[in-house]
């Protein structure tokens, strides 16, 4: 595997369910971030990790819990969701924070 | 505080015509920029990006974007479009201050190409 993949690529959840996203890089990188992209909106950025610490939390409604182990993975845990929270979820790695970022597939998720 | 203008929502051009997707932006300090490319239900992929260096960039694909400072512009061209450029294109700007290290996302620009 090379660059930034992400899992699942599909995902559809009751408002009910738990479920996680996962993201990993092979870029040899120290910065992974989570991103929101909803359909006639700007790309949102949710939270940044640097060296596996979390530096960023955009204001993400708790029902989005992040955890990164390691600079190679990252996780969005997800609970007790909203239909409006339907989007595609990004996945991004950089070498440091003013860095180009590298993006994933992405997931799309579907709350029912 | 930084922000990014993408002043074209869709574009259309036909196929070998020249491209012209628009960006200003607004930075308190110098800023990189980059422009990234979607296809549908795909990820974002980095067509180029300027770090204050050559302020003509060269990216994949053929395209291309100038940098310039007094306009507060950063265009995307390319010379002659092709139907695998039908895709939604992003002007991204990161900058410091407060904004340090943040990318802040321009609204897209649809590009169809037509035969």
């Known amino acids: 595997e090379t660059g930034v993949t992400q899992t699942p690529r599909h995902l559809v959840m009751g408002m009910t369910n738990k479920k996680s996203l996962k993201c990993e890089q092979h870029?040899?990188?120290?910065?992974m971030y989570w991103y929101k992209q909803s359909a006639k909106k700007p790309l949102e950025l949710m939270f940044v990790?640097?060296?596996?610490?979390?530096?960023e939390n955009n204001s993400v409604p708790s029902r989005f819990s992040p955890e990164c182990p390691n600079s190679s993975h990252l996780f969005l845990h997800l609970h007790t969701l909203q239909p409006e929270d339907s989007a595609l979820y990004l996945c991004?790695?950089?070498?440091?924070?003013?860095?180009?970022?590298?993006f994933g597939p992405g997931t799309r998720l579907t709350v029912t | 505080a930084q922000s990014v203008t993408q002043l074209d929502s869709h574009v259309s051009v036909s196929e070998g015509t020249p491209v012209l997707l628009r960006c200003n932006y607004s930075?308190?300090?110098?800023?990189?920029l980059f422009w990234y490319v979607q296809h549908p239900n795909k990820g974002l992929q980095l067509l180029l990006k300027?770090?204050?260096?050559?302020?003509l960039v060269k990216g994949i694909n053929g395209f291309e974007a100038e940098f310039k400072k007094s306009e507060t512009s950063f265009h995307l061209t390319k010379p002659s479009a092709h139907m695998s450029d039908a895709a939604e294109y992003f002007c991204?700007?990161?900058?410091?201050?407060?904004?340090?290290?943040?990318?802040?996302f321009g609204q897209g620009t649809i590009l169809t190409v037509h035969p």
């Open positions: 991004a790695s950089s070498q440091g924070p003013v860095y180009e970022q590298y």
């Open positions: 870029l040899g990188h120290n910065a």
């Open positions: 990790y640097n060296f596996k610490e979390q530096t």
């Open positions: 930075s308190s300090y110098s800023p990189s």
């Open positions: 300027y770090t204050s260096a050559a302020t």
């Open positions: 991204v700007v990161s900058a410091g201050g407060t904004s340090y290290g943040k990318l802040t």
